[in-house]
């Protein structure tokens, strides 16, 4: 049996302004067709009534929402998460966490066994591990416990854990032996991330000779640009060809700073994500991760010492933080979470933008921006309250 959804009387996130509105028809979780389409041929029908239509949102760098973290190790925690980012137009996300060497890494096997499975909300579509091949002096939010030293039996448990779900890896390329495993991720098709790194400009060269393709929150838990010493970040501005994450919210990086590296380097380079925490979607207050308080306070996470650990603000709020301090155009916000996401994971024939074929990955935006429906596999799974 056909699953048919119709969504009627939408406006195409790209379109110019003077056009009209648009249908799209989509069949068993994927796009069939988009322009004029009779009633009559679907039985689930969603009436947008001219609101505007987007991909689904892709974020490759969360570690929790609504409550719950990957950490937990619970199939209903990551129904949890799933559930949350729907709320904030995410329909697709990888699990953010860390590797505890010799210890019990139980919520790493949980979370690749749920990938592309059903959670209610957005997909869980591989994982992101921040180290543990990272430099402890640039460690940030991440426990002392979570970090090794270069290692292949490591390496290779981890690889066992996740069962082919790893997508990206953050790894310091200036750490003796992590060129090796950078070209060993490479081999097996992940993504290594610069970042948690304390390298030099050459040792940041040299990580991307190995094959380092990407960045993790360009600017935060990496040493800064000085003019007598380059480091990182001037190699990563050079480099034409790996893309980097963004955290727009205004605190992660200076609104000024932020439209800087936007006009500089260029919106297709730039992957916005939330770096999202347990406090996602919730009120200010005392929260937990990996057993330690921090604070949620006006969207911004912090350890007691005022160490940044992430946010809690929904993706679609990164994306209008983007707009404001940018001066970007809605379109080219979307990109950043979309179409660039999609390509950096190698998944842009099937997501990632609205096309014959694709996907049904949708988020609605109601007339002031917020997230009035997020559909997922042709299936609504957030609709917003009508008072």
Request: hydrophobic share 40%; charged share 20%; with cysteine.
């Amino acid at each position: 049996m056909t699953d048919r959804l119709l969504i009627s009387n939408c406006k195409l996130f790209n379109s110019p302004g003077d056009s009209g509105p648009v249908s799209i028809l989509t069949e068993n979780g994927t796009i069939t067709k988009i322009g004029k389409i009779e009633k009559r041929d679907a039985k689930n029908i969603l009436d947008t009534e001219g609101r505007i239509i987007s991909p689904g949102f892709i974020d490759v760098h969360i570690q929790g929402a609504g409550g719950a973290d990957v950490l937990d190790g619970t199939k209903k925690s990551l129904k949890t998460i799933s559930a949350a980012c729907a709320r904030f137009g995410t329909t697709g996300f990888l699990a953010t966490t860390v590797f505890k060497p010799d210890k019990d890494n139980h919520h790493l096997k949980v979370a690749a066994e749920n990938v592309e499975c059903e959670l209610g909300g957005a997909h869980l579509l591989g994982i992101h591990l921040e180290g543990p091949f990272i430099s402890m002096e640039r460690r940030g939010m991440i426990l002392q416990e979570c970090i090794s030293e270069p290692s292949l039996k490591f390496f290779n448990e981890i690889q066992k854990l996740v069962k082919g779900t790893l997508k990206i890896m953050t790894i310091a390329p200036e750490l003796a032996g992590n060129l090796d495993i950078i070209r060993q991720l490479v081999s097996a098709r992940i993504i290594a991330s610069f970042g948690h790194s304390n390298a030099t400009y050459e040792e940041t060269l040299k990580g991307f000779d190995a094959g380092i393709s990407h960045v993790t929150h360009l600017f935060n838990a990496m040493p800064s640009l000085h003019h007598r010493a380059p480091g990182p970040l001037l190699a990563i501005f050079k480099m034409g060809g790996p893309s980097f994450q963004i955290i727009p919210d205004g605190v992660h990086l200076h609104p000024r700073v932020l439209k800087f590296v936007f006009e500089i380097i260029g919106m297709k380079r730039c992957v916005t994500i939330t770096d999202g925490m347990r406090a996602m979607g919730l009120p200010d207050g005392i929260y937990i991760y990996n057993g330690k308080e921090y604070e949620s306070k006006n969207g911004t996470a912090r350890y007691s010492d005022g160490t940044l650990i992430g946010t809690a603000l929904g993706l679609i709020q990164m994306v209008l933080r983007l707009m404001e301090f940018s001066d970007c155009s809605l379109e080219t916000a979307i990109k950043t979470v979309t179409e660039n996401p999609a390509r950096l994971l190698g998944i842009e024939d099937k997501k990632g933008s609205i096309a014959v074929g694709k996907d049904a990955d949708f988020v609605v935006l109601d007339h002031d921006y917020s997230v009035w429906s997020t559909i997922v596999n042709g299936k609504i799974v957030f609709q917003k309250l009508l008072l």
